[in-house]
């Protein structure tokens, strides 16, 4: 009932910059919490950043000060800019929104992933 379609990663050397995009679709009433989760082979999937829909953010410690999440509610979408990319960055990043449906029920509803590669 709500797709979530992530674009922008790629293949970057490290110290370089990439940004990140999730566009939300679907029977949405309202997007709450939205934000980027990231998985690396061998590795649980951790948190990155979380934006709630009045603005306030979250980011994990390995990413403070180099990331930043934004979002655009009339676009339904959400960014994240990533500078100074390290090779431990390394991973597939996942966008995450906590949405109401038209129907008003709450869930936790994922994209696919994009992969990012920053090489030494």
């Known amino acids: 009932q709500v797709q979530l379609v992530e674009s922008g990663g790629g293949l970057v050397q490290a110290g370089g910059s990439l940004r990140l995009s999730c566009a939300a679709s679907g029977r949405i009433f309202r997007l709450n919490v939205m934000g980027w989760y990231r998985q690396a082979p061998g590795k649980q999937r951790e948190l990155v950043a979380t934006i709630a829909s009045g603005g306030s953010t979250v980011y994990a410690d390995s990413v403070k000060g180099r990331f930043t999440i934004a979002r655009d509610n009339a676009k339904k979408t959400v960014y994240l800019q990533m500078n100074n990319l390290k090779p431990e960055d390394t991973a597939l990043y996942y966008c995450?929104?906590?949405?109401?449906?038209?129907?008003?029920?709450?869930?936790?509803?994922w994209g696919q992933g994009t992969q990012v590669t920053v090489s030494s």
């Open positions: 995450n929104a906590e949405a109401v449906t038209t129907a008003l029920k709450s869930g936790s509803y």
